[in-house]
């Protein structure tokens, strides 16, 4: 039988590939473009696929925090997610872009206490509070703490471009905040970039060097109450007209 140049549609439809990825093996119907051309059908992440990337997501953090990005390897991760390395290679391509996924998730988390500061607000009062938050923040994520601080030691090559865009946005907005409440007399003159870098440093300390500090105090002692009393009464005194 002569076949033409193009196949008939009623063939077109019938072509198929595996779309689903390796947890299902599915087979769906390829869709014509608007091109005319047959593309892949775009279909939502199922539960299952969500579980996973979250799962290689939580792995992944914890081998990062522990052995960093160099000394990190995908069979590593793949051990710690419970999936094979094909599997974990089908969610993601590379160790890179899992890196860049966690990076990502974390400067949102980390932006958002700074975010919250009101430049309405009193201005002793939410300095205090900002440094409250980030030490709870020091508290409840410890390993995304450590990623952060260890991709920054490496010269933040994932991370250049956030932190010279977002992450210099914000800071340079809320100093502006903070340089007003100086001016206008409502705090004490400092520096407003160095204060934000001293919060970071004093809270953020008790997450990156949790075992230099459990050591010298002791497993019996909450580093982080101690903490909050004591950053309360430097930064009451330091902040105070």
Same mark, same amino acid.
């Given at each position: 039988m002569h076949v033409g140049a193009s196949l008939p549609d009623a063939w077109a439809a019938r072509e198929? /590939?595996? @779309? @689903?990825? =390796?947890?299902t093996g599915l087979v769906r119907l390829r869709a014509r473009g608007s091109d005319g051309r047959m593309g892949p059908q775009k279909t939502p992440r199922t539960k299952i696929q969500t579980r996973n990337r979250e799962t290689i997501l939580e792995a992944a953090l914890e081998v990062f925090s522990q052995h960093g990005f160099r000394g990190a390897t995908l069979d590593m991760i793949a051990v710690e997610a419970g999936l094979s390395k094909p599997n974990l290679l089908y969610y993601f391509p590379s160790k890179e872009a899992i890196h860049v996924a966690l990076l990502s998730q974390l400067m949102d988390t980390w932006l958002d206490p700074l975010r919250d500061l009101d430049a309405a607000g009193d201005p002793i009062a939410e300095l205090l509070a900002y440094v409250r &938050?980030?030490?709870?923040?020091? &508290?409840? /994520? =410890? &390993?995304e703490s450590r990623l952060f601080a260890n991709e920054i030691v490496q010269g933040a090559p994932r991370m250049q471009a956030a932190l010279a865009t977002d992450l210099k946005a914000l800071v340079d907005d809320k100093a502006a905040v903070i340089r007003g409440w100086a001016e206008g007399g409502r705090i004490a003159q400092v520096d407003p970039h160095h204060l934000i870098f001293s919060i970071w440093a004093l809270t953020q300390h008790y997450a990156d060097f949790d075992v230099q500090v459990r050591a010298v105090l002791g497993q019996n002692r909450d580093p982080i109450e101690e903490a909050a009393r004591f950053l309360d009464t430097l930064f009451t005194r330091l902040l105070a007209p």
């Open positions: 198929t /590939f595996r @779309a @689903a990825g =390796p947890e &938050r980030k030490l709870q923040m020091s &508290r409840d /994520f =410890p &390993r």
